[in-house]
């Protein structure tokens, strides 16, 4: 039986959609089929329809879905839309993949997973560093125990953003972005790291504003105790000028690496056997495929959970645990103390904000660590002794 193309919408239509979304939605044609761009503005809704070939330019969503009645609708706007965005497309009964962070708090999360349906629609997430072959066969390992129990992690996600990056208006702001890279950028990193590990248990972290202006941080690291045992250490910087995303994971017959920046294939990953383990076994360890991690990968995913009637991956509780870890991780930085997972349940200040509920006392808790003066050459540094 020849199944009908779904339907499919993209709500915004800056880089992300048109460098991911758009390409990511055309190479699953026929099966997917582009009827409509929603933008704010009509002269970039216009524009991108017209080079993309697509009828629909609409700068409303409600009288997007009304008159197209998409299937599938994709979000990627700033993240202080993304709830009422979900939310519309949910409630007119389209499944919904939405670019991350997910939404700004675990309590706006929990808001729009009300309007999913008990079999559907589904609202999704961005999280494509899960879905390359190498992660895959990676969290096959861990399922079966083939590599031994999981000790010690570490997921970096080293980044450079320069001053200028900042002066978009809804960038690092609590009330647009919902945080800094904690929130923004390592979110990615993280989301891949759970997915290998599984639940978390614990997390302390500290953060701070370094460098850049920002209302949030520009730099966190944590410790998080994960429900087996095993520790992961992070850090989510925008002040790194070699630039990486790596992910390390020691296993008690290996360790297992990926280094690379916004995507990878097996030729970033590394597979060390401890020097019990023969290397006719290490050997078999490899991806059987060399899929990279794409938003293609994922959505591919995602078509076939729409076609089966399934609850996709990176949704539901899947969708939220790294969520939660991030609540968490700002809970502790601004608090001051180790926080449990358990603790982050309804009526939790960190739940329903990630600043906890006074953002400018969080700013200025993050600024308390900021060079006052920064001396420019090194007379002025000779002059200050």
């Known amino acids: 039986m020849t199944l009908r193309p779904l339907r499919a919408a ?58 197209e009645r998409p299937d599938l609708v994709t979000v990627g706007t700033p993240p202080r839309a993304h709830k009422d965005a979900i939310i519309a497309a949910l ?6 993949w939405c670019e991350k962070p997910p939404s700004r708090s675990l309590a706006d999360y929990d ?8 079999d559907g629609p589904y609202v999704s997430y961005v999280f494509q560093h899960r879905f390359g072959a190498a992660a895959q066969r990676l969290r096959r390992h861990v399922a079966e125990g083939t590599l031994g129990r999981p000790t010690v992690a570490v997921c970096n996600t080293l980044w450079y953003r320069d001053p200028e990056y900042f002066a978009v208006p809804w960038r690092a702001r609590w009330h647009t972005e919902g945080g800094g ?6 979110i990615h990193q993280m989301d891949l790291a759970l997915s290998i590990l599984g639940e978390w248990s614990e997390v302390i972290a500290v953060m701070s504003t370094l460098a850049r202006d920002t209302e949030t941080e520009d730099v966190s690291m ?23 995303s790596a992910l390390r994971f020691d296993f008690d017959d290996a360790t297992v690496e990926v280094e690379h920046l916004y995507g990878y294939d097996n030729s970033h990953w590394r597979w060390t056997p401890a020097p019990h383990v023969d290397a006719a076994t290490a050997e078999r360890w490899q991806p059987e495929t060399d899929s990279a991690s794409s938003h293609l990968a994922q959505l591919t995913a995602l078509l076939a959970s729409i076609r089966h009637g399934e609850r996709p991956a990176a949704s539901g509780d899947d969708g939220r645990r790294v969520l939660e870890l991030v609540a968490g991780m ?37 600024g308390a660590g900021r060079l ?14």
Request: hydrophobic letters at 45%; charged letters at 20%; proline letters at 4%.
């Open 222 to 244: 944590a410790i998080v105790r994960m429900e087996s045992g095993a520790l992961c250490t992070i850090t989510n910087s925008l002040l790194s000028p070699r630039e990486t």
């Open 111 to 118: 808001e729009i997973a009300d309007h999913e349906g008990e």
């Open 10 to 67: 993209v709500i915004g239509t800056g880089a992300i959609t048109r460098g991911a979304h758009i390409p990511a939605l055309r190479a699953l044609a026929p099966d997917i089929e582009i009827v409509a761009l929603v933008d704010i503005s009509e002269e970039a809704v216009r524009a991108a329809a017209a080079e993309f070939g697509v009828a629909g330019a609409y700068t409303d969503i409600a009288e997007m879905l009304a008159v």
């Open 91 to 96: 409630d007119a009964g389209a499944s919904v």
């Open 372 to 385: 006052q003066e920064r001396p420019s050459t090194a007379t002025e540094e000779i002059a200050h002794v």
């Open 330 to 366: 700002y809970a502790s930085a601004l608090g001051g103390r180790t926080v449990r997972r358990e603790e982050l349940a309804a009526g939790h200040p960190f739940v329903a904000a990630m600043h906890g509920g006074d953002a400018a006392a969080a700013t200025e808790h993050l």
């Open 181 to 186: 890279p904690t929130m923004g950028h390592g």
